[in-house]
């Protein structure tokens, strides 16, 4: 489980987020992962330019891989660019992608990357073990939402300032 970090943590710049992953997972856990990138990737995700959306995280011969993420080219690289679609490899101990790779054959979890961003210099995925949420699920979520919504509201309708 990785602590959970302040808003304005100065060693961590945040490059994009996995929005959908929230709202169509449960997720149990996250960790942490570093990704290994090439020289325009890094550059490009310092301009911001990453995507997570349908990106997913499996586990291939121990190795753990990120697959369907989005890092658009660098446009001031030349013939040397990558690839935007391209499989990258995760940085974990093996111990980990071990017990990661049990949970999710025997008990239907998934890999979903939350977040990528840099902390100390490096590239770091943020990765959550999740469950597939059903459509009563989300309506049970937005109800509650909306509850606490309206016993706010009623509390600040009642104090007068």
């Avoid at 992953?21 to 995700?45: C, P």
């Amino acid at each position: 489980m990785i602590k959970k970090r302040t808003i304005k943590d100065p060693d961590v710049k945040t490059v994009c987020r996995n929005r959908r992953a929230r709202r169509e997972y449960h997720i149990e856990d996250t960790m942490e992962a570093g990704l290994v990138l090439k020289g325009t990737e890094v550059k490009s995700l310092r301009d911001g330019r990453g995507d997570l959306a349908d990106a997913y995280a499996t586990v291939q011969n121990g190795e753990l891989f990120l697959i369907g993420s989005h890092i658009a080219a660098y446009e001031k690289a030349s013939h040397f660019n990558h690839d935007p679609r391209r499989q990258r490899k995760l940085l974990m101990h093996k111990r980990a992608i071990q017990k990661l790779s049990t949970k999710i054959r025997e008990r239907g979890y998934t890999l979903v990357p939350l977040e990528i961003y840099f902390r100390k210099g490096l590239a770091k995925v943020l990765l959550g073990l999740a469950k597939g949420r059903k459509q009563y699920d989300n309506r049970d979520l937005i109800r509650k939402k909306e509850e606490r919504r309206e016993m706010r509201d009623s509390m600040r309708d009642g104090v007068k300032p």
